[in-house]
């Protein structure tokens, strides 16, 4: 299994070969995915912003989630993970956005969403959009990592079909 860094480092090589920028908004991995990727040198070239929106309230204010569909689906749901990836592309001058939400636990969660539930969406400026919900197991850090390992895969499959 490569690591965080390899796969940054696919992530960082492919972006500059298509001359793409990325942006990230993480709610539950609060900043680790873009730590990994700022952890390697000369990522400024094809790493533009994160947002950490933790709250319910930063969705709405930084990202422009509508209020109705975190009511209507929760804030850990595809769609508000769409819209989080959605509101990244009209913030700045990335082409690439990726965006995450779960609940990494130990509490928060319930029957529907247990603990290790994580929503996923990644967005192209041409209107393409992915997105999907996966379960985890673990501690906190664990659901975190895996998290992230599953946000770059889903960057790596979108640059793939460029």
Known sequence: MRSLQELAT??????????????LAESCTGGLAAASITDLAGSSAW???????????????LLKVPVETLA?????SEPVAIAMAK?????????????????AGPSGGSAEKPVGTVCFAWAHQDGRVMSTTQHFSGNRQQVREQSVRALFEGILQLLATY
Do not use: M, P, W
């Not at 592309?89 to 690439?96: E, K, S, V, W």
């Open 87 to 103: 509101g990244l592309l009209t913030q700045g001058r990335c082409q690439i956005s990726a965006s995450v939400t779960g609940i």
């Open 72 to 76: 209507q689906y929760g804030a850990v």
């Open 47 to 61: 790493f533009d912003s994160s947002v950490v929106v933790y709250s319910n309230q930063a969705k709405q204010d």
């Open 10 to 23: 696919q992530i960082g090589e492919t972006l500059l070969a298509q001359g793409h920028l990325l942006a």
